[in-house]
């Protein structure tokens, strides 16, 4: 089930010696400390570590939305923090290539779910019917057409995460980027939103970017990224070692 497709591999996420540290009170609190990283086209990256590692700070970053402190990041070549780029050129950015999964879907409560996925393209002034329409094919893709006219909050965890993934995909993104989109999940649900990730990425192409801190889904994967403390882990010797660096401490 991995994919393996080196052909047109393109590198869309670059990121170099990042780190971020938060003012906490007359504090410096280091969150990510020189994370580096590459994420290519039709990638399925998973990173995992435990509560509070910098996890979603990491993304928060990666979607344009939290400065670094230092070293950078490369959207599709574009560096994301240049002087040249203010806030609506990283929010056009981030629309354009980007679908966003969270743990827990932010609905528009009074829209039912078919206009809820199509929301989205109402921000870049698509036609209503136009954007119905599209959100139809989406909602069919994920099997979950037969909900359209219902309110979100009358359906399952489950099935709201795949209409969270319908509306992420409407504009049809390159990347999908989910911060622990299990996270709510019994284990079945979980297991099935994962496999509809796996489809994304083999079938669709599309280059998926997961958070989590269930080890239970680093199998969907051949490239896990393990998160400890703000900096990146890559296999369990440096594990080990870093586990011992921190200890001696
Ligand atoms: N805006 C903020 N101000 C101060 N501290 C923050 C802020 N955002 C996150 N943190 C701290 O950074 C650390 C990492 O948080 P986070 O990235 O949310 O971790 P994870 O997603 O891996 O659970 C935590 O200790 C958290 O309290
Ligand atoms: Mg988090």
Known sequence: M?????????????IESLSKSFHVGIQDVPVLRGITLDISSSD???IYGPSGCGKSTLLHTILGLEKPTSGSIKFFGVDLYSADLNEDDRSELRKKSIGMVYQQPNWIKSLTVIENVAFP???IGVPKVTRLEAAKKELEKLGMISWSNYKP?????????KVALARALITDPQIIIADEPTGNLDYESGLELMNVLAELNLV?????????????????TKSS???LNGEIVKDDNSVMSYKRKYIEK
Do not use: A
């Open 121 to 123: 393209l109402s921000l």
């Open 44 to 46: 399925f990256t998973i």
């Open 153 to 161: 909050s009358e359906l399952s965890s489950g099935q709201q995460q």
């Open 225 to 227: 990224i393990h998160m």
């Open 204 to 220: 669709d192409r599309k280059t998926i970017l997961m958070v989590t801190h269930d080890l239970e889904y680093l199998r969907y």
């Open 2 to 14: 991995f994919l393996e497709g080196n052909m047109n591999k393109q590198t869309v996420i670059k």
